[in-house]
């Protein structure tokens, strides 16, 4: 599931870097070659191409700044992720964000599906179950519904239903393992239930990618038409001074 994660995720990468590339060598060593020459006419230059300057300007004189803020932002990100809220919370947000929630979730749910449908089947009692697949799950937010569902599970309570109050999981999944609960056979469930979010998984990567791609291409063209129509608005008014 990461391995497809990862290669769907490979291009719009690549496109946004060149894209990200693009745009600071413009602003750093184009403009300021178009800014020279704009002064040295001394034409008023139009609103977008003034704006354009004066981010050009800014990336060359606070450049360093901009870089320092967003490693010190980067080093602050890594510890806070790595405490319980913060893992907590992104686990959260990977879960709701849109067109990735699709693709996390489901990858999220197959892999406890197999994995409690693999333990159960080798003779893993149900208690030693849960407990694997919540150090196992990568989710903070899935182990604390499958902790919860464990500490209900010792009092006597079914595994669908704690899972199904926890709001964490779709009313699909735990229906499923409620019906798998009552007719005695957990795993044939399990095994369902697994197929069917892998198969969701894979379409929700394919609906990523499909729409990934295009936004960050006319995200791109959009930053780098507006350098180039400020250019060309300030070449012909500067054209037209002349004239």
Not at 75 to 83: A, P, V
Not at 93 to 98: D, Q, S
Not at 232 to 238: E, I, R
């Amino acid at each position: 599931m990461r391995s497809k994660i990862k290669s769907a995720m490979s291009y719009p990468i690549i496109v946004l870097c060149f894209g990200v590339l693009a745009v600071i060598g413009a602003m750093v060593w184009i403009i300021p070659q178009f800014k020279k020459v704009f002064d040295s006419l001394g034409a008023a230059l139009p609103l977008p191409t003034r704006i354009l300057i004066g981010a050009s300007d800014f990336c060359v004189n606070y450049g360093w700044l901009i870089a320092l803020s967003m490693a010190v932002f980067a080093f602050w990100f890594r510890r806070w992720k790595s405490t319980e809220q913060g893992m907590y919370k992104i686990d959260g947000w990977k879960l709701r964000l849109p067109l990735v929630k699709g693709i996390i979730a489901a990858g999220a749910y197959s892999s406890l599906a197999y994995t409690l449908k693999t333990l159960l089947v080798n003779g893993v009692n149900v208690l030693s179950a849960l407990r694997i697949c919540q150090e196992t799950c990568g989710n903070a937010v899935i182990a604390s519904a499958l902790k919860t569902a464990r500490d209900r599970v010792t009092d006597g309570t079914s595994i669908s239903g704690p899972l199904s109050s926890s709001g964490v999981f779709p009313k699909m999944l735990t229906d499923m393992l409620a019906v798998g609960e009552q007719a005695g056979d957990m795993p044939s469930a399990l095994e369902h239930i697994g197929r069917r979010y892998q198969k969701d998984m894979e379409r929700n990567i394919a609906v990523f990618t499909n729409a990934l791609e295009p936004i960050l291409i006319i995200f791109i063209a959009g930053v780098i038409g507006f350098v180039a129509i400020a250019i060309l608005m300030a070449v012909f008014k500067v054209s037209s001074s002349l004239g």
